[in-house]
């Protein structure tokens, strides 16, 4: 629900015309929108290097224009390397033909099975090609076709008049004055963006909203920190990667390796297609320099390796933090700006995509790009499990569950997805909005759930301490007679969240047992008194929890005066409105809202509540789960 200080989210058909608008801008606008892009980017990746100088002493001009003539003389150097090698790799290439040519001879010349299998097929299909001679041409059908005089086509050939001298230094000047400009065009805005700084954060900050100070300001220095921390971080991975390939390529005797190494650090910069062409010009050229083998294959096996090191352990130590963007994202966002403004947008494409993620969590009107974009969950752990058992995959649920208890403890797991994934089940069983069969699905698969990780956690308990580890060692012992007693308030779910409870209880020594939920109210008080449990746990899900748990209280204490009763009322908000009244007409001695909670609160019952507390009762017990 927006509050007073967020903006509501705009209408999807508004939202769909903005976005039309600005693509469409965006598009006929690149001459424009590409330099004012890579001039953001490059102000996001020296801005900390400004600062930093200006810490020093040095002015905002100075320390501008200092870190500007820094950064480009880099890139032109980088730039004139790459011209240089390129030039010498061309004057080299034709060397390399015969070689070229002798590897295509001897592949030809390799017959095979399969080979010949090509041959053969190829020969019927031109064998079956072959088109019958006319019925009166046939020879011994007595008729020949009459002689007719041959005429041959005159062939036509439309010449377009050359470009004039004018025309041939008009198009010279444009290609070599074109990149020159853009270069321009980005230094003046690096240079401007960095003097002002604050004053464009000001104004940008007035143009979002400020209304919402706090939330552009948060925006604002989040899509600054991913994108620069990404721009800084992809940079020393790349650089880390490419000059080991071109040291490697050069003991291995690779022309221009100075060129593949210098290419293979700015190509990374492109997803997922960056690394693979960075590596194909190399071992390609490799095949087409060595006569044998050998250096083909050691420039494979040198990428490869490179490649394994920088993903398993570069990227891992240096991504501190992660862009915020999921890889099917990247991938759909690489499309987009590469179909948008060309080559250049693929360079663009994860950077932009960052800001548009950054500024979906923080802008409503936006939310739709941290939603398609973003690399967090959209839904939470209860309602994902929900939702795998509303679609009838236990496998998927259940791997769900494994993988949270990767990182969180069975009582976790239960009191944070199980437990409320019930309350929703429960909640629309309510409303009428889930079948029976549905409904019926969701309670077997998460009894049967419940009872595996019990089973398997019991098991890896005995595991452990049969091989002596102290944290195994140190649970108590379970008693054979039961000292709490779950008691399902109503129905089939509150029978298992009392499952879970009993787990609970049971890891922390404490023997516990669940009552059938099928039993009447009237079993259920024999049943109470046949097992003689110092604690009587009544177990109840919204959305009637308040009103059967007070109903069973009251009944447990008609007739245990003395018994020690918890009232279990799973997921509840102790803030609602309202509650905390209607809670303390509940006749028990403790109220839980969790099973954590249950397990540190029983346990202080336990040394208060006597093992004569319930009388005993000639009646039989109930059945006991």
């Known amino acids: 629900m927006a509050t007073a200080d967020q903006p509501r989210a705009s209408p999807p058909a508004t939202t769909l015309l903005l976005m039309l608008v600005v693509v469409t801008a965006l598009y006929f606008g690149r001459g424009i ?43 032109f150097a980088v730039a004139g390397v790459v011209t240089v090698q390129v030039n010498e790799l061309a004057n080299e290439l034709p060397r390399y033909q015969r070689n070229i040519e002798e590897k295509i001879r001897a592949v030809k010349q390799s017959e095979g099975i399969f080979d010949r299998l090509t041959g053969m097929v190829q020969e019927l299909y031109r064998e079956a090609a072959k088109e019958e001679p006319p ?89 600054a920190q991913r994108v620069s921390r990404y721009l800084l971080m992809q940079l020393i991975i790349n650089t880390t990667y490419g000059i080991p390939i071109g040291i490697g390529l050069y003991f291995i005797g690779l022309p221009s390796a ?107 009107q936006l939310g739709f790009f941290s939603i398609l974009l973003g690399d967090e969950p959209v839904l ?90 102290a944290h195994a060692a140190a649970r108590p012992a379970i008693p054979e007679q039961a000292a709490v007693l779950c008691l399902p308030a109503r129905d089939e779910a509150d029978e298992i969240v009392a499952m879970m409870l009993t787990q609970v209880l049971e890891r922390r020594g404490i023997a516990a047992q669940a009552v059938n939920a099928h039993l009447t109210t009237l079993e259920a008080m024999e049943a109470v008194a046949h097992e003689k449990a110092r604690i009587v746990c009544v177990s109840t899900l919204p959305p009637l929890a308040i009103l059967h748990a007070r109903y069973m209280c009251s009944r447990l204490r008609g007739r245990f005066p003395a018994l020690k009763l918890v009232a279990g009322l799973w997921t509840i908000d102790p803030q609602e409105g309202n509650i905390q009244k209607r809670l303390a007409a509940i006749p028990a001695d403790t109220v839980v809202m969790s099973l954590s909670r249950a397990a540190e609160e029983i346990p202080a019952l336990l040394k208060t509540a006597g093992a004569s507390d319930i009388p005993a009762s000639a009646a039989g017990g109930g059945a006991i789960r």
């Open 135 to 223: 019925a009166q041409a046939r020879p011994g059908t007595g008729t020949a076709p009459a002689p007719t005089a041959a005429v041959e086509p005159i062939p036509v050939e439309v010449h377009e008049p050359g470009p004039t001298p004018f025309e041939m230094i008009g198009n010279l000047a444009w290609t070599l004055i074109g990149p020159f400009a853009t270069a321009g065009i980005v230094i003046v805005f690096v240079i401007f963006m960095l003097i002002e700084r604050e004053d464009l954060r000001d104004r940008l900050i007035r143009l979002f909203g400020a209304s919402q100070l706090h939330v552009t300001t948060q925006a604002l220095d989040d899509a």
């Open 380 to 469: 939470p752990h209860e309602a994902r499990f929900y939702q795998r058992m509303l679609a009838m995959d236990q496998d998927e649920a259940a791997e769900l569950a494994e993988n949270f208890l990767e990182t969180h403890s069975l009582e976790a797991l239960y009191d944070q997805v199980v437990i409320p994934a019930l309350r929703l089940a429960e909640r629309d069983r309510y409303r009428g909005v889930i079948d029976e069969v549905r409904h019926r699905y969701v309670l077997n698969s998460t009894r049967d759930l419940v009872d595996y990780l019990g089973d398997r956690e019991e098991r890896r308990d005995e595991e452990e301490a049969q091989d002596g580890r």
């Open 33 to 75: 929108f590409i330099p004012l892009a890579l001039s953001i980017l490059l102000s996001f990746l020296l801005a900390p290097i400004v600062v930093r100088l200006r810490r020093v002493g040095l002015g905002r001009i100075t320390a501008v224009l200092a870190t500007v003539a820094l950064a480009f003389t880099i890139i």
């Open 258 to 364: 100075a060129l593949w190494g210098l290419l293979a650090i700015l190509l990374r910069f492109i997803p997922y297609v960056g690394p693979f062409v960075a590596a194909t010009f190399p071992i390609l050229l490799a095949f087409a320099v060595d006569p044998g083998w050998t250096m083909p294959l050691l420039t494979i096996g040198l990428f490869l390796g490179i490649e394994l090191i920088s993903n398993n352990v570069m990227e891992p130590w240096l991504y501190g933090s992660r862009t915020g963007i999921s890889p099917l994202a990247v991938l759909v966002a690489a499309v987009f700006w590469t179909w948008l403004w060309g080559p250049i947008g693929l360079f663009l494409s994860t950077p932009l995509t960052v800001c548009l993620v950054v500024f979906g969590r923080h802008f409503p």
